[in-house]
């Protein structure tokens, strides 16, 4: 019921925002791209690897536009990841997500924020603003006032850009930071786009090799590795680290205590790092397994090597890119399944490409990173 009412509201705003600006673009002056622009608005909501992956489109603006102040609007809750991203000039924080779920969609409140956010960026005038992903981004860019609106018009209502953008996010689609990067310039993402700050002394180890994993996914179950493979992986690494940390929300905790239970001697962070101590974990760490999910995008963003896990989502748009960084996922012929639109579920309720993908896999691909 939470779906239907979320995707009828999306509909329906889209196609009223659509109207408002088809009829707006006949009265409007044909507007032209600035040669030089000094002040860029780029946009991106929604998860953690979301915001990851959109950091890319910064780095391609800083490289176009070198004189430009770049500012990147996201929510507030990310706020600690884009302040490390050096091609950022300022953050803009904005929770859209108000605007979008039910039934915080009824508060009032949140749309006199989001009416406040709008009446502050169109009082700034910007000569660029990109939207990288989702139709309340793209929105936001069309009603910014800038002097020139970028973005994927598939993912947006009609008329919303000067510059539309054909294509779509699909399986089989480029990755998540190229079509980041394309709302900016025709070029390849930077995907170290973090900066590795000094850590904190309880996060550096001296035990080498330390890799960390992290098990959990906030973005559907059909994402997570069993516990058992975990535990499987625990023995097979156990003699060719020198620490093993796991990380991640409470609910990571069920694959550390089994780990403990079989025996294998973990550093257990879950549920007990702020999102600054997380980025000092994966910074400090030679290798990271995660699944598909925020931290392990974060990682690679950090530059850290990477072996992800992949079961119902796409590798070739959702795998961690980085060429020092290993996707693996088990090939059936129901997947990838994940459809963009809701948490990634399995619809026979078995996760056998999950199930499948062996430990061994996992190690072999950890000790190529190593080397």
């Not at 603006?61 to 929510?75: G, L, N």
């Not at 002097?147 to 510059?163: I, M, T």
């Not at 994993?213 to 680290?241: D, F, M, T």
Request: charged share 20%; hydrophobic share 40%; proline share 6%.
């Amino acid at each position: 019921m939470k779906y239907r009412s979320r995707t009828f509201l999306g509909v329906t705003l889209r196609i009223l925002f659509g109207i408002a600006f088809s009829i707006a673009s006949f009265s409007r002056t044909t507007r032209t791209p600035p040669m030089e622009p000094l002040s860029v608005l780029i946009v991106r909501f929604d998860l953690m690897g979301d915001i990851v992956n959109a950091l890319s489109a910064t780095a391609a603006a800083r490289e176009r536009w070198p004189k430009a102040h770049i500012v990147f609007m996201a929510p507030p809750r990310w706020k600690a990841i884009v302040d490390r991203c050096e091609t950022v000039d300022e953050i803009l924080p904005f929770d859209a997500g108000e605007l979008t779920h039910w039934p915080t969609v009824l508060n009032v409140r949140a749309w006199f924020s989001a009416l406040r956010m709008l009446r502050n960026v169109r009082a700034r005038r910007f000569d660029v603003a990109c939207s990288v992903y989702g139709p309340v981004a793209g929105v936001v860019v069309a009603l910014s006032g800038a002097a020139w609106r970028v973005g994927y018009q598939n993912e947006a209502p009609a008329r919303s850009f000067d510059e539309p953008i054909a294509g779509h996010r699909q399986n089989g689609g480029p990755h998540e930071a190229t079509m980041a990067t394309r709302v900016v310039a025709n070029t390849h993402p930077q995907w170290k786009v973090l900066s590795r700050r000094s850590r904190a002394t309880d996060v550096v180890t001296e035990k080498r090799p330390h890799v960390v994993i992290h098990p959990g996914s906030s973005h559907g179950e059909a994402k997570r590795w069993p516990v058992q493979n975990w535990v499987k992986l625990g023995h097979l690494i156990q003699g060719r680290v020198g620490q093993l940390t796991i990380i991640g929300l409470s609910d990571a905790s069920t694959v550390s205590h089994a780990l403990s239970n079989s025996g294998t001697t973990t550093s257990n962070r879950c549920g007990r790092t702020s999102l600054e101590e997380l980025m000092d974990v994966l910074q400090d760490a030679d290798v990271v397994i995660s699944t598909d999910s925020g931290p392990g995008h974060l990682a690679r963003a950090l530059g850290t090597p990477v072996v992800m896990l992949h079961g119902p989502t796409d590798i070739s748009i959702h795998g961690p890119g980085a060429p020092n960084c290993r996707a693996l996922r088990v090939q059936l012929p129901c997947g990838p399944c994940y459809d963009f639109k809701r948490p990634a579920e399995c619809q026979y309720s078995d996760t056998l490409c999950m199930h499948w993908l062996k430990a061994t896999s996992v190690r072999e691909a950890m000790d190529e990173l190593l080397e």
